[in-house]
Nanobody, 118 residues
Framework: VQLQASGGGLVQPGGSLRLSCAAS????????MGWFRQAPGKEREFVGS????????AYADSMKGRATISRDRTKNTVYLHMNSLTPEDTATYYC????????????WGQGTQVTVSS
């Protein structure tokens, strides 16, 4: 399984950004994709997730109302759209995937850097 995250970059405070995660290597029926982030000196934290089958989403409290996760099953790609970004959102963002029956994310992407700064 390979996960390729992309779309990071420099964005001004208050701006928005869409990250993509292209998945390959297996059929993702009954799996879900999660987004995580890790800022320098901080622990990795959960951002949100989406199930491949039904598109059911879940978000961290810090991202509710500012993040939208969607997926394109024809492209095996998941998107994380974020708006109203602040410098506190600066981090490396990772996508990861696991079976819906599991608790541990089994496969991880390489991460994409998001920097929010004026």
């Amino acid at each position: 399984v390979q996960l390729q995250a992309s779309g990071g970059g420099l964005v001004q405070p208050g701006g928005s950004l869409r990250l993509s995660c292209a998945a390959s290597g297996r059929t993702f029926t009954n799996w879900l994709m999660g987004w995580f982030r890790q800022a320098p000196g901080k622990e990795r934290e959960f951002v949100g997730s989406i199930t491949w089958n039904l598109g059911t989403t879940a978000y961290a409290d810090s991202m509710k109302g500012r993040a939208t996760i969607s997926r394109d099953r024809t492209k095996n790609t998941v998107y994380l759209h974020m708006n109203s970004l602040t410098p506190e959102d600066t981090a490396t963002y990772y996508c990861a995937t696991r079976s819906t029956a599991a608790t541990i994310y089994k496969y991880w992407g390489q991460g994409t850097q998001v920097t929010v700064s004026s």
